[in-house]
């Protein structure tokens, strides 16, 4: 069984112009797999994001995650949901300034009213496997972009969510910072058996995951899956952004060595 | 780390932000409770804290607490504002919104508490001096520290429930929005890049024909004015602030030999930009500064009576007998006898006064004696006069009737004892206030006076008029006699048959009052100005990290220190003195006509009051400026 499946969504936005951002699009994901959703600009993707987070409801169509339609629940409970189920990354980080690394990490939990033993063991935990320990007390102002994605990875993982959502996670990173924090994802992704959603515009942060799905205009427009070979998979997945055209900004020119 | 323990980080973390809105809450508490203070001073209805103090400071108190109700709504708002960003990534991390309303409220009760507590102490640690102030303001002989849980609980009482209130108000605002909201930002919703060219030329409207009328105050029904005004000019000026200012931004605009001219371009639409986010601030900061202004001002111009009341009180002490008053001599030597006893010098004038009808107005006139008068006038340094039989002169009530009074040439005949007299002139000086004689009297000579006298000798009344050059020593004199004269008020008996007025008693009396008002006027203004700051301060803060960037760039980009504060200056003055600029005008056209009311029944000018007050919180304004800037310039310039 699927373990997020959308089926025939649409997403229309009224306002002074009315906007279908989703038109519908169904697709499936299985638990475990590192899925990149790839589309032009306004295409759709982070209003994907949103409906499967819960945060907006779609028009038409449903969206089950592990069995349960986000939409249909109480906004406490869709609260609840989120904070034991989910878990995001986002492209500007989003840590709170005022907050300490270690806080920062611990604040699901917190909303989760853990007991402070267990919280300290799943921080230490998390924060050994992704290499944060040496930065536990400082700010996020204090830290680099590359360590301030790996605390909001960290955040995102703390209370152990069945899937994560990651909306343009290297965006804001030069090239290195982003390959290190590719390679936790799918680290994590393997050992964990994670589920991960991940939108991009970059092809070499799709090039990590099993399978990119390319919507356009808020529809389903193809799919192409992992083969052994990163490099061929990356060309194949710059083949298929040229195929789907849009606007070339959107395309990082960079080629993988 | 634990749900309280967050919200605890979130305020005290963020202390900068809160710092100016913690410092207008702690002062404002201080004041309550000093206020308080004196309300619950055992000594009430001991001499002069009696009434007029007392409704003062409960009034004052009354004024702080509903201020204060919408300084925090306020704040509240710009807070959540402010921070409606870091309120949708915790609803999207999985925080409940009861969740996130209780961690409002529970921050708005920890600054509550916080301010709370600290007002107190601060204000128990003041309220010695603050005591001595009100004793010798109010001139007694003692004012005694004292400790009583009254204060205490009625100002930790009074601010907790605010700040539950508006934690409660927050909490429930917070609890029904959604993530979607908070991403567009709170209070975002009009539409931040327009105005109504009809609300924009309204502001103008009315606030022109606000002080249009204002002007012509006086002249028109002052309670209409006092009713219609204040609401036109509010409405005025917020349409000022939100519609009008862009409107006359835009006019600029169009003016492309004037604004396409090196940074102007940049600079003015960067302004503009800031007039529309802060437009509501701005009308704030100006409506609180024009209430700041008005009420010391109005307060100041009150003093300005008891500086003039000297000069309409020249006497010292004023003993009236109405004819068949059997203890004429029994107080008069009573009152000598105290005079002396207190050790004060004085001059004791007796004058005899006739009333008869005049054939000219057909109203009674007062007529005294060429002698007496003279003595008067000599004792009180005045010039004599010199009258010929059938001459006479007025002898002015007032200090500003005396020119009215000079012009005046009338022939008449007292009609009772026929004496033809010709009124010419009148007897230099003020000599004998309103309130003793009336308005209508005159200077007769020797010669006709005892003609005049000797048609009625049992209708004379006798006027004993005391000169005390220490008169304001004066306030324990006679006052026996005044006790009487209460108690036959109060019963409504019959009119007795003297009158006895002792200036310096009242003078202590009004002096003080308008002293001690002043002074509550003073302290509610500066809270009133503290908060005024704490709004600009705090949206300057939530400004900071993007103009701290800007500001690298700009130093990069090779700019020296010179020209940066140019730029910083370029962007603070707006913010500090456009709503003072407002707030300076409103408070000139409302002086103005507050004149135009004094003129009415004093007959005072309160101009130097009023230049007084406005160069005051000019300077004022001027030294918080800079304090700002100051403080800013560092925060910029210096690390994240």
Redesign the interface.
């Known amino acids: 069984m699927p373990i997020v499946s959308i089926e025939d969504v649409i997403k229309i936005y009224e306002g002074k112009v009315t906007h279908r951002a989703l038109d519908r699009l169904s697709f499936d994901v299985e638990e475990g797999e590192f899925l990149a959703v790839m589309g032009p600009s306004g295409s759709g993707k982070t209003t994907l994001l949103n409906l499967i987070s819960g945060i907006d409801m779609p028009t038409s169509g449903k969206v089950l995650i592990k069995g349960t339609d986000p939409s249909a629940l109480r906004p406490d409970d869709l609260a609840r949901f989120r904070r034991r189920e989910l878990g995001f990354v986002f492209q500007d980080f989003n840590l709170l300034r005022m907050l300490t690394v270690e806080e920062n990490i611990v604040l699901p939990l917190t909303l989760d009213r853990l007991p402070v033993a267990e919280m300290d063991a799943r921080v230490k935990a998390i924060t050994a496997r992704l290499g944060l320990e040496g930065i536990l007390h400082k700010r996020p102002d204090e830290i680099s972009g590359g360590q301030e994605q790996r605390v909001a990875i960290a955040r995102a993982l703390v209370h152990r969510p069945s899937i994560v959502l990651a909306d343009e996670p290297t965006g804001n990173l030069d090239s290195n910072a982003a390959r290190e924090v590719l390679d936790l994802l799918g680290t994590i992704n393997r050992e964990n058996r994670t589920t991960f959603i991940m939108v991009t515009h970059d092809p070499i942060a799709a090039s990590y995951c099993d399978r990119v799905l390319f919507i356009k205009d808020g529809a389903y427009y193809n799919e192409i899956h992992k083969d052994d070979r990163r490099r061929t998979f990356f060309q194949r997945i710059l083949n298929m952004l040229s195929l789907l055209g849009g606007n070339v900004d959107d395309l990082s020119s960079v080629r993988l060595p | 780390?634990?749900?309280r323990q967050?919200a605890y980080?979130?305020v005290v973390?963020?202390r900068r932000i809160y710092a100016a809105f913690f410092l207008a809450s702690v002062f404002s508490v201080m004041v309550f409770f000093l206020y308080s203070m004196l309300m619950f001073h055992p000594g009430i209805g001991e001499r002069f804290i009696t009434g007029i103090t007392l409704i003062g400071m409960t009034a004052a108190d009354v004024v702080l607490y509903v201020f204060m109700l919408f300084f925090l709504f306020y704040s509240m708002r710009a807070f959540m504002q402010a921070r409606s960003g870091?309120f949708a990534?915790l609803?999207?991390?999985?925080?409940?919104?009861?969740?996130l309303g209780k961690l409002l409220l529970l921050e708005m009760l920890l600054l509550g508490a916080a301010s709370t507590a600290s007002g107190i102490v601060l204000g128990f640690a003041f309220s010695k001096y603050f005591f001595m102030i009100v004793r010798e303001l109010l001139q007694l002989p003692t004012l005694p520290l004292y400790v009583s849980w009254e204060p205490f609980l009625m100002t930790a009482g009074a601010f907790f429930s605010l700040f539950l209130l508006i934690g409660l108000l927050s909490a429930y605002i917070v609890s029904n929005r959604?993530?979607?909201e908070f991403r567009k930002g709170i209070g975002g919703e009009a539409d931040p890049f327009g105005y109504s060219p009809g609300r924009a030329a309204a502001g103008i409207l009315l606030l022109l024909s606000s002080y249009g009328a204002a002007l012509l105050a006086g002249r028109v029904n002052v309670l209409y004015l006092s009713v219609l005004l204040p609401p036109a000019a509010t409405l005025g000026t917020y349409y000022f602030f939100s519609h009008s200012i862009l409107y006359l931004l835009d006019l600029f605009r169009d003016q492309k030999s004037l604004y396409w001219k090196r940074t102007r371009l940049v600079s003015l639409a960067e302004t503009a930009a800031k007039l529309r986010d802060n437009a509501n601030m701005f009308f704030i900061v100006a409506i609180v500064s024009t209430v700041a202004f008005l009420s010391v001002g109005t307060l100041a111009s009150l003093a300005t009576y008891t500086a003039q009341y000297r000069a309409l009180n020249p006497l010292g002490l004023v003993y009236e007998s109405y004819p068949g008053n059997p203890h004429e001599y029994e107080h008069v030597t009573g009152l000598m006898k105290e005079l002396e006893n207190a050790g004060l010098e004085y001059t004791h004038v007796p004058l005899t006064v006739a009333r008869e009808e005049s054939s000219f107005s057909g109203q009674p006139i007062n007529i005294l004696r060429e002698g007496e008068v003279n003595l008067l006038a000599e004792t009180l340094g005045a010039g004599p006069v010199q009258l010929r039989p059938g001459e006479a002169v007025f002898l002015p009530y007032s200090t500003e009737a005396a020119p009215r009074l000079q012009d005046a040439d009338i022939q008449t005949e007292l009609e009772e004892s026929g004496v033809e007299v010709h009124v010419k002139g009148v007897v230099g000086g003020l000599l004998l206030p309103a309130y003793s004689l009336g308005t209508n009297s005159v200077v007769v000579s020797e010669t006709d006076f005892v003609k005049v006298a000797s048609a009625q000798t049992d209708s004379l009344l006798h006027i004993h008029a005391f000169d005390v050059p220490d008169w304001e020593e004066t306030v324990g004199i006679g006052l026996s006699i005044e006790q009487a004269m209460v108690m036959s008020e109060i019963q409504q008996g019959e009119a007795l048959p003297y009158y006895f007025k002792n200036p310096g008693l009242d003078y202590s009396i009004i002096r003080s009052t308008f002293h001690l008002l002043l002074l509550t006027g003073l302290l509610v203004a500066m809270v009133f100005l503290l908060a005024a700051g704490s709004f600009i301060y705090f949206k300057l803060y939530t400004m900071l990290d993007r103009d701290r960037r800007q500001a690298a760039v700009l130093k990069r980009l090779g700019m020296t220190e010179r020209e940066f504060i140019k730029i910083v200056n370029r962007q603070l003055i707006p913010q500090f003195f456009l709503p003072w600029g407002i707030a300076m005008l409103h408070s000139t056209f409302a002086f103005i006509s507050l004149q135009a009311i004094w003129k009415e029944f004093a007959d005072i000018s309160i101009l130097n009051e009023m230049a007084l007050v406005l160069v005051g919180f000019t300077v004022i304004q001027l030294l918080y400026f800079y304090l700002i800037r100051w403080r800013y310039l560092a925060h910029v310039k210096g690390p994240?």
């Open positions: 780390m634990t749900f967050f980080r979130n973390r963020n870091e990534l609803l999207q991390i999985g925080m409940e919104r009861r969740q959604d993530i979607s994240a």
